[in-house]
């Protein structure tokens, strides 16, 4: 009897074992087999939970329909005055920067995904989209929303994405001062999402020109998140404990908590690779579905 | 019919782990779900089922986080392991011992996942953190496991299962 124990245990043992080291690609098929394989539940559940929310959501502010239906046609006619100006100056800027010879900024498109769960074990602050590398969703690739930046994806699998969120202590964005430029390091602070501050820019001289209230905006170095995208508004300015330089605590402007949509920043490359690999997997079908009815 | 059953709680505490927020307080400690169809099948069923539940279970965690593969594995062995050998000594079926149990193991599989990731360096934590975290999991698995416990009885009573005390 005990020595059935001891093999049994040696068995456990050596199948732990056997996962804890299988190779990263079969690591990573396992892991994005269960996710493809739980996402269309995890999608039904999480729209019937909109579903009803949005009823509930309805039901209360019927009485206000007419008004908020007027403050949004008058906000359309405002965007689409806005829109044109914005699409003179952009070919303006183009055709300044052809004209001085600099590079043009790589093209993006965005990808619309919905969320559809987070962190099963809550040691990470991720998002799950229902989108993957099948859409043409890539990692390391900055998610943003329409009230500013969300995360970047980090784990993404055929048919959806994880997204490490601004507030999570592992990443970190290099920002600048929208009004000054000054560049610092954005680092998540940890706390809950919808939690103020969520997150501290650090690395700002002692002289830096930063001051509360002050836009932040990503500074296009690293390579993953494109310039110009807001993350945040800077809510406290101080000194760092060492005394070598400045710290501000940041409040994210994309509501974390409870962000229901995002749009993955994709560019053309990851879209095209998408557009291949679909080009691929129905040649492969056809190949496999005539092999099959062949006589 | 006794793995189906356990598989199907294995699935719905899976997706309801993923849809449900971690808790903001306490260090943000998932609900544990998955951890209460593990100690289910350690207190009520033959070894064998919790070791597969604990691998299954492991594997879906992990797959469903950024934990590497066999971590989550890892932690609910241990926690499901620790429940094993006490429901040799006093273990009863009374709500009290079943919310005692949940959180003590709860708290262990924390511990035992905070080491993981913290040799591994993907998480940033102090001890009193991973201590806070431990406190706040021991908390909720008091009060999961004890409802997901009497949700399993009831299903397996309208199939018409009898539990196997082994």
Avoid at chain 1, 170 to 177: A, E, F, H, L, M
């Amino acid at each position: 009897m005990k020595d059935r124990r001891w093999i049994a245990l040696c068995a456990i043992g050596l199948i732990v074992l056997a996962i804890l080291n299988l190779p990263d690609t079969a690591s990573l098929r396992v892991k994005g087999a269960v996710r493809d394989g739980l996402s269309p539940l995890q999608g039904a559940l999480r729209g019937g939970v909109r579903e009803v929310r949005e009823i509930i959501r309805y039901v209360r502010g019927i009485g206000d329909l007419a008004l908020e239906n007027r403050a949004l046609f008058e906000e359309i006619v405002y965007l689409r005055g806005e829109v044109r100006v914005a699409r003179d100056l952009e070919r303006d800027n183009q055709m300044l920067r052809e004209l001085l010879g600099f590079s043009r900024r790589f093209p993006t498109r965005l990808i619309s995904c919905e969320v559809i769960g987070r962190d099963s074990t809550g040691w990470w602050q991720t998002v799950r989209l229902d989108k993957g590398a099948e859409s043409g969703v890539a990692e390391d690739r900055a998610v943003i929303t329409p009230d500013g930046l969300l995360g970047r994806t980090v784990a993404v699998s055929d048919e959806t994405a994880d997204v490490l969120l601004l507030s999570d202590p592992t990443c970190k964005v290099s920002v600048r001062v929208a009004r000054s430029g000054v560049l610092g390091i954005m680092t998540g602070l940890g706390g809950a999402p919808g939690e103020q501050p969520a997150c501290r820019m650090d690395y700002m001289g002692l002289t830096a020109d930063i001051q509360e209230g002050d836009e932040i905006v990503t500074s296009g170095l690293g390579g993953v998140f494109p310039k110009g995208l807001v993350a945040g508004r800077v809510t406290r300015v101080e000194v760092a404990a060492d005394g070598l330089y400045r710290t501000a605590f940041l409040q994210i402007n994309a509501d974390l908590g409870r962000a229901e949509y995002g749009f993955v920043v994709a560019t053309d490359a990851d879209l095209q690779a998408a557009a291949k690999g679909l080009t691929e997997e129905l040649t492969g079908t056809k190949t496999d579905l005539l092999g099959e009815s062949a006589p | 019919m006794t793995l189906l059953s356990l598989l199907f709680w294995l699935l719905v505490g899976g997706t309801f782990q993923v849809l449900m927020p971690a808790w903001r307080y306490m260090g943000q400690p998932a609900f544990p779900f998955v951890l209460a169809v593990v100690l289910y099948a350690a207190m009520s069923k033959k070894s064998r089922y919790f070791v597969i539940m604990a691998l299954l279970g492991g594997i879906l965690e992990d797959s469903l986080s950024l934990a590497p593969l066999g971590f989550s594995g890892c932690a609910l062995l241990a926690a499901g392991g620790v429940a094993t050998l006490l429901r040799a000594d006093f273990f009863t079926f009374r709500a009290t011992a079943v919310s005692v149990l949940g959180a003590f193991c709860t708290a262990v599989a924390t511990g035992v996942m905070a080491i993981l990731l913290h040799v591994k360096g993907l998480i940033v934590l102090t001890p009193a953190e991973t201590g806070w975290r431990m406190l706040g999991s021991a908390l909720l698995g008091a009060i999961v496991v004890p409802v997901m416990f009497r949700l399993m009885q009831a299903l397996e009573r309208r199939l018409g299962m009898r539990e196997e005390m082994v």
